[in-house]
């Protein structure tokens, strides 16, 4: 039988520090539940927003996947190994930790904020060579399906991670339902609505919600109205 964990949006750790207003899905930082510390390999899932022409300093971070989605404006990335890139809306970027790397992390524009999700994946292996990748997304590619954003996979569609974890970005229309496959079938899946009325068996979800399900090989989702969501299949470390 499945096992399901239910995350309502206004059940979510908040932060407010003027220029930075983040959501937290698992314990962060000042927000601490003992029953929300991960969901699987699955450990963080920030929802941030960051006022015009301010950001994160340069901090570092070690054997983590660290995965930002920008919904909003552009986020300026810098880090030890050398890149300075922009990320907007419709790019994924990824960060391996590894051994280790210092990043920092500004709104590029001073009179608009920078709304991105920061998402943290415990590796499959520590101690591995820092990385960093950056993609853009065609939008048309998760109409009405599943797009590829990440997988454990140099060859495939979108970008990869260190772990056997794969990403999905999809956008539905109402009444719309497909049938989502688990790539492995010990693996568990935690879906966030952007926007939007889910359905996801029998669980009906709206924006921000979270919702995790294993010890099961597939799952119907239907839209109840036009819907976009992120689908994160990760391990179920203990």
């Known amino acids: 039988m499945a096992k ?14 003027g220029w930075l207003k983040s959501y937290h899905t698992f314990s962060f930082a000042n927000y601490f539940d003992e029953n929300r510390i991960h969901f ?15 950001g994160f300093g340069q901090h570092p971070h070690k054997d983590m996947e660290i995965i930002s989605i920008p919904l909003e404006g552009d986020l300026e990335h810098q880090d030890s190994m050398g890149n300075k890139e922009v990320i907007k809306n419709g790019d994924v970027q990824v ?17 608009i904020p920078v709304k991105f ?56 229309d109402t ?11 010990e693996n568990g899946v935690y879906i966030f609505v952007l926007s939007g009325k889910i359905q996801v068996e029998n669980q009906v979800l709206e924006t921000r919600d979270g ?14 109205e036009q819907s976009s969501f992120l689908i994160m299949e990760v391990p179920m470390l203990k």
């Open 117 to 172: 999700l920061q998402i943290w994946v415990i590796p499959k292996y520590a101690g591995v060579t820092p990385r960093y990748d950056q993609i853009t997304l065609n939008p048309e590619d998760r109409k009405n399906t599943f797009q590829q954003i990440v997988s454990p996979n140099q060859n495939d569609a979108g970008t990869w991670i260190n772990q056997d974890a794969w990403f999905h970005l999809a956008d539905f």
């Open 4 to 17: 399901t964990i239910l995350h309502k949006a206004n059940t979510r750790g908040y932060a407010d520090h």
């Open 95 to 111: 960060m391996s930790a590894g051994t280790g790397v210092v990043h920092s992390e500004y709104n590029k524009n001073a009179d």
């Open 175 to 185: 009444d719309l339902e497909k049938t989502y496959q688990f790539k492995q079938s």
């Open 40 to 54: 699987g390999a699955l450990r963080v899932l920030n929802d941030d927003f960051v006022a015009g022409g301010m």
């Open 211 to 224: 919702f995790g399900i294993s010890q099961i090989n597939e799952i119907k989702i239907k839209a109840l």
